[in-house]
């Protein structure tokens, strides 16, 4: 069974970048494309992009100026970088498997984790 | 960006109940649509993709519907467990987007 595990700081400043990472277990990165997702407390959810295990990227054109995901095949291991933060990005961030078969549903998910931007 | 709006917003319904949701896009997207259900503090859960194919696992209480630009996910028989909120989402082009969600609760 894939899972999937998102750690970073709960807190970041004003101006500053948030850094995540997924640990992917129970399967390989490869052949598949990972997604981060978030979501802001008690509202709905926003996808910010996916990256192919190879490493081509597709982003949110709303976050596309702020944000990298990258992929460490090594370390089994999927990161997101978002610039400039601002009390907008406080949300709880996923980190998901899209389907390989090309219907682009999110089939695992990570439990999520909060980051609060604040000074 | 393709819209997808829910309907009703929030539902209040009884174990037993027959449910109908409502899923709406702004504009075709053939059957690229999934339903998640999310409880309070955890990750979305997958129940159907491709607008009515039912993921692994998930009761057949469970049912999608739909193409074009309306769908809809029915819950056949309530049960206790299924109260929640549910969200719908395309999957036809980028950027993908959700519903807004419907809330479950119980009457």
């Known amino acids: 069974q894939v899972q999937l595990q998102e750690s970073g700081p709960g807190l970041v400043k004003p101006s500053e970048t948030l850094s995540l990472t997924c640990i992917v277990s129970g399967g390989s990165i490869s052949s598949n494309y990972w997604s981060w997702i978030r979501q802001p407390p008690g509202k709905g959810l926003e996808w910010i992009g996916y990256i192919y295990y190879s490493g081509s990227t597709n982003y949110n054109p709303s976050l596309q100026s702020r944000v990298t995901i990258s992929v460490d095949r090594s370390n089994n291991q999927v990161s997101l970088k978002l610039t400039s933060v601002t009390a907008a990005d406080t949300a709880v961030y996923h980190c998901?498997?899209?389907?390989?078969?090309?219907?682009?549903?999110?089939?695992?998910w990570g439990q999520g984790t909060l980051v609060t931007v604040s000074s | 960006d393709i819209q997808m709006t829910q309907s009703p917003s929030s539902l209040s319904a009884s174990v037993g109940d027959r449910v109908t949701l409502s899923c709406r896009a702004s504009q075709s997207i053939s059957n690229y649509l999934n339903w998640y259900q999310q409880k309070p503090g955890k990750a979305p859960n997958l129940l159907i993709y491709?607008?009515?194919s039912l993921q692994s696992g998930v009761p057949s209480r469970f049912s999608g519907s739909g193409s074009g630009t309306d769908f809809t996910l029915t819950i056949s028989s309530l049960q206790p467990e299924d109260f929640a909120t549910y969200y719908c989402?395309?999957?036809?082009?980028?950027?993908?987007?959700f519903g807004q969600g419907t809330e479950l609760e119980i009457k």
């Open positions: 491709a607008a009515s």
């Open positions: 989402q395309q999957s036809y082009s980028t950027p993908y987007t």
């Open positions: 998901a498997r899209v389907d390989s078969s090309g219907w682009g549903y999110f089939q695992y």
